[in-house]
């Protein structure tokens, strides 16, 4: 498939025609911060956006849904609800898609999630080349996230004047003869398009101090590490690092029944590792009472366990979770502090 150029003042016009037909989801300023959002004004698009306070994940699992809802009584009954709409999901940076797919994996392994699978079925993304930092906190260099090859319908790279539009669908090649007006890139945009693509990596720094691929192992080792008595002295169980994460899936379900008790609701929405309740048990039992067995399972999962099992790193160096924590605790600094003291 070729590459296709949109000049920038095609942008709105073909964000107002999607609309017509989708639900249009894109980056859009909140005060001083940006938050994916549906648009209602082409214009609230921000694709000059730096990263967003949570993650497009809530596009494909909202933080609070409706799974079904039910009858009871002598003639009870269940329905389940799965709310869907068709969406064209704007402006993914490529960290965010790597995270997508890792959790592509999560939910279609072993059960299915019928609610995560209908939107992302019914979800065309539209993802964008990084060519600057987000800020100092991200490191998307040092977890192999820096670019995308696949996992999207159109990729983005700005020219300045225009994007490079990269097909990666046939859904998506659809898409611009449906509603673009683009055109053919010409041999030199190609070469500028790999140039760019080339010369951005000067503007990353690796802060990782090791390859990424020793996560694994090394976390492995840490498992009695004296680092997670210091985060149980400083976290304050807020879960807000997991809630803005990409990768992080983990959900509750509860019955909301009404006064009656005739009727009611079955609702999924967002749960943390971090906090106190979420590891307790019949009998009051809580098997990972203390913060720093919680922030160790943190670590755990974005570096090891989630790797094990779909062969993928948890962890795609957004920084969201550093930014949000009001305790400081950085997992980069984390992997690194390990490192030196285990290696």
Not at 41 to 54: C, E
Not at 120 to 130: A, K, P, Y
Not at 248 to 254: I, K, T
Not at 270 to 282: G, H, I, P, T
């Given at each position: 498939m070729s590459l296709k150029i949109l000049d920038k003042k095609a942008v709105a016009p073909?964000?107002?025609?999607?609309?017509?037909?989708?639900?249009?989801?894109?980056?859009?300023?909140k005060g001083a911060k940006f938050v994916f959002d549906p648009l209602t004004?082409?214009?609230?698009?921000?694709?000059?956006?730096?990263?967003?306070?949570?993650p497009p994940k809530k596009v494909f699992q909202p933080q609070y849904e409706r799974l079904a809802t039910f009858i009871m009584g002598?003639?009870?009954?269940?329905?389940?609800?799965?709310?869907?709409?068709?969406?064209?999901?704007l402006g993914m940076h490529t960290c965010d898609l790597h995270a997508l797919n890792l959790l592509d994996e999560a939910f279609t392994e072993d059960y299915p999630d019928a609610h995560y699978l209908s939107r992302?079925?019914?979800?065309?993304?539209?993802?964008?080349?990084?060519l600057e930092p987000c800020d100092d906190e991200s490191f998307c260099r040092s977890m192999g996230t820096l670019t995308a090859d696949d996992g999207f319908d159109l990729h983005l790279i700005d020219l300045g004047e225009a994007f490079?539009?990269?097909?990666?669908?046939?859904?998506?090649?659809?898409?611009?003869?449906?509603?673009?007006?683009?055109?053919?890139?010409?041999?030199?945009?190609?070469?500028?398009?790999?140039?760019?693509?080339?010369?951005?990596?000067?503007?990353?720094a690796d802060r990782l101090n090791f390859d990424a691929d020793e996560l694994p192992s090394l976390l492995g080792d840490a498992y009695d590490h004296d680092y997670w008595e210091e985060l149980q002295e400083r976290c304050f169980a807020c879960g807000s690092c997991t809630?803005?994460?990409?990768?992080?899936?983990?959900?509750?379900?509860?019955?909301?029944?009404?006064?009656?008790?005739?009727?009611g609701?079955?609702?999924?929405?967002?749960?943390?590792?971090?906090?106190?309740?979420?590891?307790?048990?019949?009998?009051?039992?809580?098997?990972?009472?203390?913060?720093?067995?919680r922030q160790?399972?943190?670590?755990?999962?974005?570096?090891?366990?989630?790797y094990e099992r779909f062969g993928a790193l948890g962890c795609v160096g957004c920084g969201r979770c550093i930014r949000t924590c009001p305790a400081s605790i950085s997992i980069l600094k984390g992997f690194n502090t390990i490192h030196a003291s285990l290696r």
């Open positions: 073909l964000v107002e025609a999607l609309m017509a037909d989708y639900r249009v989801v894109g980056p859009q300023a004004d082409p214009a609230d698009l921000r694709l000059d956006y730096d990263t967003t306070i949570l002598e003639d009870p009954e269940v329905e389940t609800v799965i709310e869907v709409e068709p969406t064209v999901l992302r079925e019914q979800t065309l993304i539209v993802s964008m080349e990084c490079a539009v990269q097909i990666g669908s046939e859904a998506g090649e659809q898409l611009l003869a449906d509603y673009a007006d683009v055109q053919d890139a010409t041999e030199a945009q190609v070469t500028e398009r790999d140039h760019l693509q080339a010369s951005k990596l000067k503007h990353f809630n803005v994460c990409p990768t992080c899936y983990c959900f509750n379900v509860v019955d909301e029944v009404n006064f009656a008790l005739t009727e609701e079955r609702i999924r929405h967002w749960d943390s590792c971090q906090l106190d309740e979420f590891a307790r048990v019949a009998g009051g039992e809580n098997f990972r009472e203390d913060r720093g067995a160790r399972h943190r670590f755990m999962r974005k570096g090891k366990y989630l």
